[in-house]
T-cell receptor, first 116, second 114 residues
Framework: DGGITQSPKYLFRKEGQNVTLSCEQN?????MYWYRQDPGQGLRLIYY???????QKGDIAEGYSVSREKKESFPLTVTSAQKNPTAFYLC???????????????FGAGTRLSVL | AQTVTQSQPEMSVQEAETVTLSCTYD???????LFWYKQPPSRQMILVIR??????QNATENRFSVNFQKAAKSFSLKISDSQLGDTAMYFC???????????FGQGTRLTINP
């Protein structure tokens, strides 16, 4: 099935630990995104990548890092510098196959990160 | 900077009723796209409907339709014959022409009661 797979579904982080959230897509999309969702708030963009080996900071990039070594994969690392990491993290991808351009983003099922 | 505002934090209607969710946005661009996403309790974000700003005709997808008022910068979602499965958070979102960044509103929690 085509889609976006995020893993794990639940993740726990210890104090001072870096953790990595996985995002894989088989939609052949060029662009991939990471969003953070906090209770009662909309989604905020952490990082995005429009092409392999290139990525840009979003609105809340501090304490996070990403890589884009393959078109299909866009892992997000939550570093120890992120002091309030507890949130729901959503990965999305967007392609150019839809008439009208690249502007539709499809989402994975998300990862809930909690601090122990 | 673009902003998206959803003024109704929560709404509740009876099954089979029609409900309208409000969204306003602010932008200086003339070409852009607007979206409604649904987030059910499973937390998966699902695209409900999209509207391209240069198209005057309002988009429809089965029971879902929008009322797009470009001059007023308003983009409301109407759900007809509401069903229990429509219970979810609904997010309005904006993206400029050629841009990559979606701007989301804060969401409206919609509950459909039996």
């Amino acid at each position: 099935d085509g889609g976006i797979t995020q893993s794990p579904k639940y993740l726990f982080r210890k104090e001072g630990q870096n953790v990595t959230l996985s995002c894989e897509q088989n939609l052949n999309h060029d662009a991939m995104y990471w969003y953070r969702q906090d209770p009662g708030q909309g989604l905020r963009l952490i990082y995005y990548s429009q092409i392999v080996n290139d990525f840009q900071k979003g609105d809340i990039a501090e304490g996070y890092s990403v890589s884009r070594e393959k078109k299909e994969s866009f892992p997000l690392t939550v570093t120890s510098a992120q002091k309030n990491p507890t949130a729901f993290y959503l990965c999305a991808s967007g392609g150019s196959g839809y008439p009208g351009g690249k502007n539709i983003q499809y989402f994975g099922a998300g990862t809930r990160l909690s601090v122990l | 900077a673009q902003t998206v505002t959803q003024s109704q934090p929560e709404m509740s209607v009876q099954e089979a009723e029609t409900v309208t969710l409000s969204c306003t946005y602010d932008t200086s661009e003339s070409n852009y796209y607007l979206f409604w996403y649904k987030q059910p309790p499973s937390r998966q974000m699902i695209l409900v409907i999209r509207q391209e700003a240069y198209k005057q005709q309002n988009a429809t997808e089965n029971r879902f339709s929008v009322n797009f008022q470009k001059a007023a910068k308003s983009f409301s979602l109407k759900i007809s014959d509401s069903q229990l499965g429509d219970t979810a958070m609904y997010f309005c979102a904006f993206i400029g022409q050629g841009a990559q960044k979606l701007v989301f509103g804060q969401g409206t929690r919609l509950t459909i009661n039996p």
